[in-house]
C-alpha cells in the first residue's frame, strides 16, 4: 500500500510542494503519493479529517500553508519544541494515536542559507523585516546558529518589539544573543550582513523603507517570496548586495519535512535545479 501525503492551502494551485515530493521520491525510491488539496476558508480539520479516512494507501503525514498554520498548531495533538515556539504547524504526522506538529520552514531557511549560499549565520549581524508568521517560524532557528545580532523590523514597530521580547524570555533556550525589536526608523545608520525580508510588501508589489547602507557590499540579501523579482530584490542589487529568492527555503523546508515522514533525507541541489530550469 502507497503512503499518503498531501499539502493544504487556500488558495492552493500554484503549489510546488507536490512536484518536490514527486522529485524527492523518485530519487529516494520511497512509495509515496502527494497531492494538493484546496480546503475551504473555514474547512481545514473536514478536510484533514476527509484525507486521512478516504484514499486506498494510508493517509501518514501533511504540510500547511497559508492560511491554515495556526489553525494546524492548534489542531495537532502533540507539537514539537521548534512549533511550539514558532506558533504555527507546516508538518502533520499522523501516528496511531497522535497528530504530531512540525515546524520546517526555519530549518529551511538555515539550510539553505548555510548549504546552497554559503552564508553560514554564526557570527554575522542579521536584520530581519516583518513581524508577521514567516519571521516567527525563523527566530529561534536562526538564534541556534549563533549569530553576532539579530534586530527585527516591522512596519508594525510593537508587533517587532513585542515578538523580540518573546523570544529574548524564551524558557529553555541556550542562546547567547537575545533579539531587538525596532520600526524601520530605527534602521538609521544601520548596516547588516545578512537582510532577510519576511514581509509580504514583494507579493504586492510594495517596496521598503529602507535606507540603501543597510547592505553593505558583502551583504546577503533573502527574499522569502520566490518566482518573482521583487522591490526588496531590486533595491538590494542597487546597493551591490549579492541576493537570494525563497526558492530554496521552500525546497529546503520540503526536504526537511521529507526527512520527518521518511527517515531519509533527499538531495535538494538537482530538485532545486529542476525547479529553477521550469
Ligand atoms: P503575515 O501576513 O503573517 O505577515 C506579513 C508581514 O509583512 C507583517 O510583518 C507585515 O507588517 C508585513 N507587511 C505586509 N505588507 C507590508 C508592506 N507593504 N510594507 C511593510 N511591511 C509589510 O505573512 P507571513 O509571515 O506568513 O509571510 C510573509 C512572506 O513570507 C510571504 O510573502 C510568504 O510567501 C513568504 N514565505 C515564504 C516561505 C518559503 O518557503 N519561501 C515560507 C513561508 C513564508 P505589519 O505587522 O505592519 O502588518
Known sequence: MTDRYAVF???????RSPRIHALFAAQTGQD???????????????????F?????????????????????????????????????????????????????DG???????????GCDPAGRRILLLGAGGAARGVILPLLLERPAELLIANRTEQTAARLALEFARLPGCAVDVKPDGTGFAGLAGRQFDLVINATSAGLSGASLPLPPYVFGP??????????RETAFMAQARAAGARVADGLGMLVEQAAEAFFVWRGVRPHTAPVLAALKGS
Request: charged share 20%; no cysteine.
Open 218 to 227: 558583502r551583504s546577503v540579501a533573502y527574499e522569502m517570496v520566490y518566482g
Open 9 to 15: 492551502g487556500n488558495p492552493i494551485g500554484h503549489s
Open 107 to 117: 530549518a529551511g531557511l538555515v539550510r539553505d542559507l548555510k548549504h546552497n549560499l
Open 52 to 104: 486521512m479516512a478516504s484514499g486506498d494507501g494510508p493517509a501518514k503525514g501533511a504540510n500547511v500553508t497559508v492560511p491554515f498554520k495556526e489553525e494546524a498548531f492548534r489542531l495537532a495533538t502533540r507539537r514539537t519544541a521548534r512549533a511550539e515556539a514558532a506558533g504555527a504547524v507546516n508538518t502533520l504526522s499522523f501516528e496511531q494515536d497522535a497528530m504530531i506538529g512540525d515546524n520546517t
Open 32 to 50: 509515496i503519493s502527494y497531492e494538493a488539496i484546496l480546503a475551504a476558508k473555514d474547512g481545514f480539520a473536514t478536510a484533514v479529517s476527509t
